[in-house]
């Protein structure tokens, strides 16, 4: 039986994600150098090595996720602060800072249901 590398990551969280995955759907896979990683993280990731009958269906489950590479993201939290800021406008009021889904300005309440992104 031939298995094929299906994805490899250092993160923790995706490993076990990744694995709830798998057995969730009962693909027949091992994690290549999970051991190895708890003992010296960072040195060499873990791969996925799923059975080749079975590698489509493993795909498909992981397609959508964002799988990080690296043991921690620091760019994930960057472009959430950056998805933040494109969240917010200004009232037209009092020029404070207000939230996309806010109806009232935290600041003068004035009514800002209505303001529209420029």
């Given at each position: 039986?031939?298995?094929?590398?299906?994805?490899?990551?250092?993160?923790?969280?995706?490993?076990?994600?990744i694995?709830?995955?798998?057995?969730?759907?009962?693909?027949?896979?091992?994690?290549?150098g999970?051991?190895?990683?708890?003992?010296?993280?960072?040195?060499?990731?873990?791969?996925?090595?799923?059975?080749?009958?079975?590698?489509?269906?493993?795909?498909?489950?992981?397609?959508?996720?964002?799988i990080?590479?690296a043991?921690?993201?620091?760019?994930?939290?960057?472009?959430?602060?950056?998805?933040?800021?494109?969240?917010?406008?200004?009232?037209?009021?009092?020029g404070?800072?207000?939230?996309?889904?806010?109806?009232?300005?935290?600041q003068?309440?004035?009514?800002?249901?209505?303001?529209?992104?420029d």
């Open positions: 039986m031939d298995f094929k590398n299906l994805i490899e990551t250092f993160n923790g969280g995706d490993i076990a994600f694995k709830s995955l798998l057995d969730s759907e009962n693909i027949h896979y091992f994690a290549q999970e051991n190895f990683n708890l003992l010296r993280p960072m040195v060499e990731p873990v791969r996925f090595m799923v059975r080749e009958d079975q590698f489509e269906k493993a795909l498909e489950l992981i397609e959508d996720i964002d990080n590479f043991a921690m993201s620091f760019n994930k939290a960057d472009e959430d602060e950056e998805k933040d800021k494109e969240e917010e406008w200004e009232c037209t009021e009092c404070a800072v207000v939230a996309e889904n806010a109806t009232v300005c935290p003068c309440g004035a009514d800002v249901s209505e303001i529209e992104e």
